[in-house]
């Protein structure tokens, strides 16, 4: 079983719907990210976070709010979402995500298949 | 700039054949890191390998092996003897020592047919 949890693994919802997911680590990790993957193109990294504190926020509309209330639990808030958002969001960890931590590696979860209506 | 490239968008194989997937990357950091993840079609990906820029040595993991290239800028990944449970998306990636950031290829889609 992988040590990182996201719930829901499948969400359908309208544009004008607020809904929230959820991830969960019970690996002590430090640090956590939302990555969201869209057909045909690189995983694109949304937000890091280290030590609850968000240390990377990657050019994300407003739409998407994250929230890490500790270490071990991260939440995107969806708002008002457009059809293009529709993808597999991946919540990942690593012990921590300074500069100095480049050979941490990322543990990530099954994902939350997001569809967008 | 830092870049990885997958030039093989999918490959399509059959089961006992090898196959090797092809990862260029691009950086000008001396100190970096390298990755390659599985992604199979349950969603989560699976963490396979890690190298860092010093170590050029090529390992070796049951029908897994890496062929690590500094002049060429490559990490490619090759499978022996390919089986059914091998198809997925491989991901190559590569994190700076200097920003700390995981930048992935685009990924490459291995089928392998029984």
């Known amino acids: 079983e992988t040590g990182v949890t996201q719930t829901p693994r499948h969400l359908v919802m309208g544009m004008t719907n607020k809904k929230s997911l959820k991830c969960e680590q019970h690996?002590?990790?430090?640090?956590m990210y939302w990555y969201k993957q869209s057909a045909k193109k690189p995983l694109e990294l949304m937000f890091v976070?280290?030590?609850?504190?968000?240390?990377e926020n990657n050019s994300v509309p407003s739409r998407f709010s994250p929230e890490c209330p500790n270490s071990s639990h991260l939440f995107l808030h969806l708002h008002t979402l457009q059809p293009e958002d529709s993808a597999l969001y991946l919540c990942?960890?690593?012990?921590?995500?300074?500069?100095?931590?480049?050979?941490?590696?990322?543990?990530f979860g099954a994902g939350s298949r997001l569809t967008v209506l | 700039a830092q870049k990885v490239t997958q030039a093989q968008t999918e490959i399509s194989v059959v089961e006992k054949e090898d196959v090797t997937l092809d990862c260029v990357y691009e950086?000008?950091?001396?100190?970096?890191?390298l990755f390659w993840y599985k992604q199979p079609p349950s969603g989560e990906l699976v963490f396979l390998i890690r190298r860092n820029s010093f170590d050029e040595q090529n390992e070796i993991s049951g029908r897994y092996s890496w062929n690590f290239q500094k002049s060429t800028s490559s990490f490619n990944f090759t499978i022996t003897a390919s089986q059914v449970v091998d198809s997925a998306v491989y991901f190559c990636a590569l994190k700076s020592s200097n920003t700390g950031k995981l930048i992935f290829g685009q990924g490459t889609t291995l089928q392998v047919k029984p």
């Open positions: 990942a960890s690593s012990q921590d995500s300074t500069t100095s931590s480049g050979a941490n590696v990322l543990t």
């Open positions: 976070y280290n030590f609850k504190e968000q240390t």
């Open positions: 950086t000008r950091d001396t100190t970096y890191y």
């Open positions: 690996l002590g990790h430090n640090a």
